[in-house]
């Protein structure tokens, strides 16, 4: 099964692993708090350099 993971803005907070349904929810909800986020599906491939501090 794909897993899904929200990227917010205004937090650059990644969330944890979950369904597409568990995910379309949750980004509808920050639609309507005003906060922009997206959905990732193959975030395994992802790159994050933690020591400088830049994502993606």
């Known amino acids: ?3 899904y993971i929200i ?3 205004d937090t650059k ?3 944890p692993p ?3 349904q568990e ?3 949750k980004l509808r909800q920050y639609g309507k708090d005003g906060i922009s986020s997206y959905i990732v599906s ?3 491939n992802l790159e ?3 020591l400088n501090k ?3």
């Open 1 to 3: 099964m794909n897993r």
């Open 7 to 9: 990227i917010r803005s």
């Open 13 to 15: 907070s990644i969330s």
């Open 18 to 20: 979950m369904s597409k």
């Open 23 to 25: 995910a379309i929810k």
């Open 42 to 44: 193959n975030y395994r």
């Open 48 to 50: 994050f350099d933690l």
């Open 54 to 56: 830049t994502n993606l």
